[in-house]
């Protein structure tokens, strides 16, 4: 059974930063992750490719930044500047694209609030 196990979700204040890891169980070339606020639909907030090739949300460009680990299957998020907007619960994705990924994580939730 495929595992994804994200770490590093919490309480911060607007502008503040937050990482979040994640480690898979395999091996896959698309990474990343979503995210999902309370009445919205999942979004995609930033994959990676093998290679390093990213995509990211317009609304986390320039804030947020994507990498990966591949030797050790594992992908991060550094959030920067962070705001209210950027609450939600956020998922890490492994493997399929980065439209239909085909592995989870459980989520971890991020709030931004003062």
């Known amino acids: 059974q495929v595992q994804l196990v994200e770490s590093g979700g919490g309480f911060i204040q607007p502008g503040g930063s937050l990482r979040l890891s994640c480690a898979a169980s395999?091996?896959?070339?698309?990474m990343g992750w979503y995210r999902q606020a309370p009445g919205k639909q999942r979004e995609l907030v930033a994959g990676?490719?093998?290679?390093?090739?990213?995509n990211y949300a317009d609304s986390v460009k320039g804030r947020f930044t994507i990498s990966r680990d591949a030797a050790k299957n594992t992908v991060s998020l550094q959030m920067n500047d962070l705001e209210p907007d950027d609450t939600a619960v956020y998922y890490c994705?492994?493997?399929?694209?980065?439209?239909?990924?085909?592995?989870w994580g459980q989520g971890t939730q991020v709030t931004v609030s003062s």
């Open positions: 994705f492994a493997g399929g694209s980065f439209s239909l990924p085909a592995y």
């Open positions: 395999i091996s896959t070339s698309t």
């Open positions: 990676i490719r093998r290679g390093g090739i990213t």
